[in-house]
C-alpha cells in the first residue's frame, strides 16, 4: 500500500496534478472549471507561474499585496519578530507589536476610533462589527434586533457577513438560516431622496440595531462607487436614531481610495471600522475591528456578561501585528503618498483615453481604483467571464473582471511600465469585443 501512494505521487508530476488530487478551492465550480494556475514566486507586481509564464497582478492579489508582493521592508521586520515571539494568547497576555499597531492605527484612523478588537479576517471583522452592534443595544436594554445594509453590498461569508451581503451565488442557499437584515439601495443623485424614505419608514417599522456599509465602493458588486454626500443624510438619520454605523473598509481601507480610508471623505464618521486584507501588507492573514469609546463603554462593566466574548485562537498574533505596523509605515512614507497621486493620475488620463469607445461606459475612479462597464449584450455574459480571464491571461496580466465590469486596483508599487502593460491589454481587448 506505502509502495503504491510513492508511486502515485511519482506519476503526478505537474503541480496542477497534484493540486486535483485533494484539493477544493474557494469560488470555483470544480466541474465546469478543472483549471488552476501554478504559481511558485511573487515579487513587486509580478506573478511567476510553474511554467515559466509571468502575469503582472492588476489587482493586488485581492487588494492584500497593496506595497508590493514579498516586500522586503516587511519581511525583514517579521523575520526580526520571528526570532522574539511567534504566537501568545490573546486573552490575558498582551505584547509590544499590538500594543505598537493599537497606536499607529490611531494615529490613521479617523479621529473618533478609540478601541482595536483583534481577528483573523475580514468576515470575522464585519462579522464583530455586526456583533458590537447588536450586543451594545442588549447591553443597554434596548429591543434592537435587525441590521441595515445595502443591496448587493459584500461583507464576507461567515453567517452574519453573509446575512448582510446581498443575495448571489455565494450566499443563496443559506438564505433561510441568516439574521435578520432589512436593506436599502445605495444612494445616488437620482435615488437618494427616496432612498431615506425608505430608511426612515425601516426605522419605524424594524428594531435596527446598526447600519453596516462599504463607504464610497461597493468592491465585490463590480467596483460600484457612490457619493459621500449622497450617504451623508442616510449616516445622520442613523445617528439620530442611535443606529450603530459600521463602516466595511475591509476593501477600502489603507489609501485605495485616495485617503487612508474612505470614511475620511465621509463627514458623519462611523462607530465602528472593519479592517483587513491589506491591513497586513500582503504577508499574514489578520483583520481589525475598531471603535469609539462609547462602543467599548458599553460593555465595560462588573457585570461579565457584558463583555464581548468573541475570540480567535491567533488574535492579535505577533508575527501579523509586525507585519500591519510594517504596512502602516509603508502607507505614510513620502513615496507612497506619492505613488497613490500618481497611479490616480494615470488612471484619470488612461479613462479619457478610452471614454469615446462604443463598448466602454460608466468609467469610474477613486484613490488607485479604475473600472468601467464593458457595453455587451446580456446573453453573452457567462462566457465572457472565462474570455475576459483569458484574455488578459494571454496578455500577461492578471485582472478579474468582476460580470462586464472591468477594474485595475494596482499595488501601489507598481511601476509605470507594468501599469501602462495592464492599459494596454485593456486597449488590445476593445479592439477585439
Ligand atoms: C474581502 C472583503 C470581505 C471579506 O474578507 P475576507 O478576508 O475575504 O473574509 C468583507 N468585506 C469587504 C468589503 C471585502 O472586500
Known amino acids: 500500500m506505502k509502495s503504491q501512494l510513492i508511486t502515485d505521487n511519482r506519476q503526478l508530476t505537474t503541480l496542477r496534478e497534484r493540486d486535483a488530487k485533494h484539493i477544493w478551492h474557494p469560488l470555483t465550480q470544480h466541474k465546469t472549471h478543472p483549471e488552476v494556475i501554478p504559481i511558485v514566486k511573487a515579487k513587486g507586481s509580478v506573478l511567476y507561474g510553474e511554467d515559466g509564464s509571468e502575469y503582472i497582478d492588476g489587482i493586488a492579489s485581492w487588494y492584500t499585496s497593496m506595497y508590493g508582493h514579498c516586500n522586503d521592508y516587511v519581511i525583514g521586520k517579521v523575520y526580526d519578530q520571528m526570532q522574539q515571539l511567534d504566537q501568545i494568547v490573546f486573552s490575558g497576555f498582551t505584547h509590544e507589536p499590538a500594543i505598537e499597531l493599537s497606536e499607529k492605527l490611531m494615529k490613521v484612523l479617523p479621529s473618533n476610533q478609540q478601541k482595536v478588537f483583534f481577528s483573523d479576517n475580514g468576515s470575522t471583522s464585519t462579522e464583530i462589527g455586526i ?89 465585490a458588486a463590480g467596483m460600484k462607487m457612490y457619493k459621500a454626500e449622497h450617504l451623508e443624510p442616510l449616516l445622520e438619520v442613523c445617528k439620530q436614531h442611535e443606529i450603530i454605523c459600521i463602516a466595511d473598509e475591509v476593501m477600502t481601507g489603507f489609501g485605495k481610495t485616495g485617503t487612508h480610508f474612505a470614511s475620511d471623505q465621509i463627514s458623519v464618521k462611523p462607530d465602528v471600522i472593519c479592517m483587513s486584507k491589506s491591513l497586513t501588507a500582503g504577508l499574514i492573514p489578520m483583520a481589525v475591528t475598531s471603535c469609539t469609546q462609547q462602543i467599548y463603554d458599553a460593555f465595560y462593566s462588573n457585570d461579565m456578561g457584558k463583555g464581548l466574548f468573541h475570540a480567535h485562537t491567533y488574535t492579535a498574533n505577533p508575527l501579523s501585528c509586525t507585519a500591519a505596523i510594517a504596512g502602516v509605515e509603508l502607507l505614510l512614507s513620502e513615496s507612497i503618498q ?54 488578459f491571461k494571454s496578455e500577461g496580466v492578471f485582472l478579474r473582471p468582476l460580470g462586464n465590469t472591468i477594474y485595475i486596483l494596482p499595488a501601489f508599487t507598481i511601476l509605470s511600465k507594468e501599469l501602462d502593460a495592464i492599459y494596454n491589454s485593456i486597449k488590445v481587448l476593445l479592439g477585439k469585443v
Open 131 to 219: 456583533k458590537m452592534a447588536l450586543q451594545y443595544h442588549h447591553n443597554k436594554g434596548n429591543q434592537r434586533d435587525t441590521i441595515l445594509a445595502f443591496e448587493e453590498a459584500f461583507h464576507g461569508d461567515t453567517f452574519g457577513a453573509m446575512s448582510a451581503s446581498g443575495l448571489s451565488v455565494y450566499n443563496g442557499p443559506f438564505e433561510d438560516h441568516f439574521i435578520k437584515v432589512v436593506r436599502v439601495p445605495i444612494p445616488t443623485k437620482g435615488n437618494v431622496a427616496n432612498v431615506l424614505k425608505q430608511l426612515e419608514e425601516l426605522v419605524i417599522d424594524h428594531n435596527i440595531a446598526g447600519f453596516i456599509y462599504e463607504p464610497l465602493v461597493q468592491g
Open 338 to 391: 506619492n505613488a497613490i497621486k500618481n497611479i490616480n493620475v494615470s488612471h484619470i488620463q488612461f479613462g479619457r483615453s478610452v471614454e469615446d469607445h462604443s463598448k466602454v461606459t460608466n468609467i469610474r475612479v477613486q484613490g488607485v481604483i479604475f473600472a468601467f462597464d464593458l457595453n455587451i449584450e446580456m446573453e453573452r455574459y457567462g462566457a465572457l467571464r472565462d474570455q475576459l480571464f483569458d484574455h
